[in-house]
């Protein structure tokens, strides 16, 4: 059984920094897509940014480019979102996902993904 817990949320000024991390336990990262999404108060789940099965390549939302960076940590088994320039209406619950099988290329809807973890609240103050 897959699990992912995501950890490092938490209050942060507009324009301020976190980094967030996914710790997955049940099978290694490596070779699965794995990506962070955000959900506000209301508002649908929204994909944020992806690593690809190899590692190799990363995409993201057009409202992080430049502002976000995700990696992984294959050895750890972990992946991390940090998030910098952080705006206020950013605030939400943050979720690491992956897929059930591998997949190559990027992959950005919700609905391809199998496993995510139980959020991270992040809350950026104006």
């Known amino acids: 059984q897959v699990q992912l817990v995501e950890s490092g949320g938490g209050l942060v000024q507009a324009g301020g920094s976190l980094r967030l991390s996914c710790s997955a336990s049940?099978?290694?990262?490596?070779?699965?897509?794995m990506a962070w999404f955000r959900q506000a108060p209301g508002k649908e789940r929204e994909f944020v940014a992806v690593?690809?099965?190899?590692?190799?390549?990363?995409d993201y939302a057009d409202s992080v480019k430049g502002r976000f960076t995700i990696s992984r940590d294959s050895a750890k088994n972990q992946v991390f979102l940090h998030m910098s320039s952080l705006k206020p209406e950013e605030t939400a619950v943050y979720y690491c996902?992956?897929?059930?099988?591998?997949?190559?290329?990027?992959?950005?809807?919700?609905?391809?993904?199998?496993?995510w973890g139980q959020g991270t609240q992040v809350t950026v103050s104006s």
């Open positions: 996902a992956t897929t059930r099988y591998t997949i190559v290329g990027v992959v950005t809807l919700p609905h391809r993904y199998d496993y």
């Open positions: 690593i690809t099965r190899s590692g190799s390549t990363t």
């Open positions: 049940g099978r290694t990262i490596s070779g699965y897509p």
